[in-house]
């Protein structure tokens, strides 16, 4: 006789490298399919995680979470780490002679861009989450749930 899935709510924090870290914690969890999820409490990364758990628990049960999970998390990976400004790196690789960084331009520039947030500017509306989230997130699903 199978053991009987213990009913539990889950809050997920956030947290860029914690959202990975729970990806892992949650795929364990459901593989061994001892829980019943009844609700998921979430921000940031955690939301993203909750997100796809949820598609995949209304689409295929434990399996379904675990399979959803993997590819929110690929699709991540696919995304490459890049943000509103491009590959960062390609940047570091151009303007690698030290003294170009003591210059009074650059030193502008840099207070320039710290004393703005991403959020604010960001005048191509560019959101390299919105294309991992809308393939990895049935929000019909969610909504649903």
Not at 22 to 47: H, K
Not at 78 to 95: C, E, H, I, T, Y
Not at 128 to 135: A, I, K, M, S
Request: glycine letters at 12%.
């Amino acid at each position: 006789m199978a053991a009987k899935r213990k009913p539990v709510c889950l809050a997920l924090q956030g947290g860029g490298a914690h959202g990975a870290f729970q990806w892992g914690v949650l795929d364990r969890l459901l593989e061994a399919d001892a829980l019943d999820v009844r609700a998921v409490t979430a921000a940031s990364a955690g939301a993203m995680n909750a997100a796809a758990l949820i598609t995949g628990l209304e689409r295929g049960g434990a399996e379904g979470g675990r399979e959803a999970l993997d590819h929110l998390w690929r699709e991540v990976n696919q995304s490459g780490g890049r943000n509103v400004f491009g590959d960062s790196s390609v940047w570091s690789k151009a303007l690698t002679p030290d003294w170009l960084k003591g210059t009074p331009m650059w030193q502008a520039g840099q207070t320039l861009a710290l004393s703005m947030s991403p959020y604010s500017f960001n005048p191509f509306n560019l959101n390299p989450l919105r294309r991992v989230l809308e393939t990895a997130v049935d929000f019909e699903a969610l909504r649903a749930s």
